[in-house]
């Protein structure tokens, strides 16, 4: 069992930065795949990035690509967001997730792939 919780988010001008964190229990946290991602208001949930459990593989959706950042410290149990030159298209509840998986490379994208939710932080960011 893992639970997450996330913190970091709040409101921001565009072109801000904000760095958000998800911090999780269990001590398998090492193995987990960790993904964020957001949903805004009447949109469905979107994938943002994900890292593997190695911290070794990456993916990102192109929407962020080059201004997010994700990255994890296993020794911490923490997964982390950054996430610069916000636009007010990424105003969303931003989700923390996981999920088990024995490779060191690997990581996924889809939300029905992953186990364990967390209960999300608002990102506002004001244009």
């Known amino acids: 069992q893992v639970q997450l919780v996330e913190s970091g988010g709040g409101l921001v001008q565009a072109g801000d930065s904000l760095r958000l964190s998800c911090a999780a229990s269990?001590?398998?946290?090492?193995?987990?795949?960790m993904g964020w991602f957001r949903q805004a208001p009447g949109k469905e949930r979107e994938f943002v990035a994900t890292?593997?459990?190695?911290?070794?593989?990456?993916s990102y959706a192109d929407s962020v690509k080059g201004r997010f950042t994700i990255a994890r410290d296993n020794a911490k149990n923490t997964v982390y967001l950054q996430m610069n030159s916000l636009k007010p298209e990424d105003t969303a509840i931003y989700y923390c997730?996981?999920?088990?998986?024995?490779?060191?490379?690997?990581?996924?994208?889809?939300?029905?792939?992953?186990?364990?939710w967390g209960q999300g932080t608002q990102v506002t960011v004001s244009s």
């Open positions: 997730a996981a999920v088990y998986s024995s490779g060191r490379f690997d990581y996924y994208t889809g939300y029905s792939q992953y186990d364990y």
């Open positions: 269990g001590r398998t946290f090492s193995r987990h795949v």
């Open positions: 890292i593997s459990w190695s911290g070794d593989g990456t």
